[in-house]
């Protein structure tokens, strides 16, 4: 196996295989980010002197040429090399020669690892913010569609109060947008550039990490060099806990869907297409997208342990135990974001049964309505509550009310009767698109500039 580090000393196969693990596996999506990369390192050590006019457009070149390959996937890390660090260098020695062997100057495997993750990440949280804007939409969309659709609000899996599929759709859209924060946070501690840090402690160069992190698309460079491998491990697990909140949003959403689709409750249906079959009985239609759906959520939290505990008991410094964070982090953007988009597409396509909806208010559900009615005509309502539950005790049957009577008494904001519930949510997500649309732009353009407006992610 080719390695950086062997310095020519043979490799013991069973020590190569066992160091690298499933680290090509990764790397194979990192690739395109450490090019990326490598074209602004050679930027920095074109302003540093450290690489003359022709040098530096030669490298240059080859990294755009090699960004162009991976793209069509005529450049990937190979079986026999250990990482995407190798395969790079391997390659643009074979094209270049000797100048290649100076595009390692001033950096370590440690920042330029660091780098490619800062950008992939970035990139790969920038598209799960997208992604729940798109789910809390369809959301909305399925809100607007049936606004007035009475159904009853669960506490314990029991019938609790009057509510509606608009309210019931607007909560978890509510939900999505209030995740978007926890992604941004981490957005915020991807969006450094470790470049200068090397393996920790900097190199006696004049490199300029600043102007590296502007080329990069990046918000920053690191003020401390030594805080770079202090990021490394936290950061994965950081991403992970905030993918989480989704995931864990999606899930109940999806355990939702399983519920109110069930011939016990008929209120949803599940379109053909979504559904699956049974080998041995006809009738069935399962909602196993949705269970697969509940279920992911329980690995993104697994994920994030995982990371935590690889990265929880280091000192502080690189330590080879990091290496074994990048898999969870990597697999848990492509568990959310395939949930996200599975929901996106769900959720415009669920039915509601209208009737059967209003056929579950009957009864307990509106027994605290009938209370607070006795309340407002003056009756304490502790007094009413003692009222009411004596004649449910008693099998004395709750008024019944009509839809437009129980959304009349819930037009407080927030509430089922609430006329731009569905507005403001919709309001918030635009601004939270302009958001995320200004920082992405900003990163796709700083990329595209360093692949020469081609080949850029």
């Given at each position: 196996m080719r390695t950086l580090w062997s310095g020519g000393a043979a490799l013991d196969e069973q020590v190569a295989a066992f160091t690298a693990g499933d680290d090509r596996r990764w790397d194979r999506r990192l690739l395109r980010w450490d090019i990326l990369a490598s074209i602004a390192h050679v930027e920095a050590l074109a302003d540093a002197g450290?690489?003359?006019g022709a040098e530096g457009g030669q490298l240059r070149a080859a990294l755009r040429r090699t960004l162009a390959d991976e793209a069509a996937g005529r450049f990937s890390v190979g079986d026999d090399e250990e990482d995407a660090h190798t395969a790079l260098e391997r390659r643009l020695g074979?094209?270049?020669?000797?100048?290649?062997?100076?595009?390692?100057?001033?950096?370590?495997?440690?920042?330029?690892?660091?780098?490619?993750?800062?950008?992939?990440?970035?990139?790969?949280?920038?598209?799960?913010?997208?992604?729940?804007?798109?789910?809390?939409?369809?959301?909305?969309?399925?809100g607007r569609r049936h606004r007035t659709v009475v159904m009853p609000g669960y506490t314990h899996l029991r019938r609790a109060m009057p509510s509606t599929v608009a309210l019931w759709a607007a909560g978890y859209a509510e939900a999505l947008l209030d995740d978007l924060g926890p992604l941004a946070a981490a957005l915020d501690l991807a969006d450094v550039s470790p470049l200068g840090s090397a393996a920790g402690y900097g190199v006696p160069l004049p490199l300029d990490p600043a102007a590296a992190a502007r080329r990069l698309g990046l918000a920053r460079c690191r003020h401390a060099v030594t805080a770079a491998q202090l990021g490394r491990g936290k950061l994965e697990a950081v991403v992970l806990t905030a993918l989480w909140t989704a995931a864990r949003d999606l899930g109940a959403f999806a355990w939702d869907v399983i519920l109110f689709s069930s011939e016990e409750h008929g209120f949803l249906r599940i379109p053909e297409g979504l559904a699956t079959g049974s080998s041995i009985m006809p009738h069935k239609r399962n909602p196993d997208v949705f269970e697969l759906m509940r279920g992911r959520a329980g690995v993104l939290c697994g994920l994030a342990v995982e990371a935590m505990?690889?990265?929880?008991?280091?000192?502080?410094?690189?330590?080879?135990?990091?290496?074994?964070?990048?898999?969870?982090?990597?697999?848990g953007l492509d568990i959310v974001q395939a949930m996200l988009g599975m929901t996106a597409a769900a959720a415009a396509v669920l039915e509601v049964d209208r009737d059967a909806c209003r056929r579950a208010l009957d009864g307990g559900a509106l027994a605290t309505d009938e209370v607070y009615r006795r309340v407002r005509a003056g009756t304490p309502f502790r007094s009413a509550y003692r009222e009411v539950a004596a004649e449910v005790a008693a099998g004395r049957p709750v008024p019944a009310l009509e839809p437009a009577a129980i959304l009349a008494a819930r037009r407080s904001r927030g509430g089922a009767g609430d006329p731009r519930l569905l507005t403001r949510l919709g309001l918030a997500s635009t601004v939270w698109r302009r958001r995320v649309a200004a920082r992405r732009g900003r990163l796709q353009r700083a990329l595209a500039a360093l692949a020469g407006d081609g080949g850029a992610p």
């Open positions: 450290l690489l003359d074979d094209e270049l020669g000797e100048v290649a062997a100076k595009l390692h100057t001033g950096r370590s495997r440690n920042d330029q690892v660091l780098a490619a993750l800062a950008l992939c990440l970035s990139d790969g949280l920038l598209t799960a913010m997208d992604g729940a804007l798109d789910v809390a939409g369809a959301l909305l969309a399925l505990t690889v990265a929880g008991g280091l000192p502080g410094g690189y330590h080879r135990d990091l290496q074994l964070t990048k898999g969870p982090v990597m697999e």
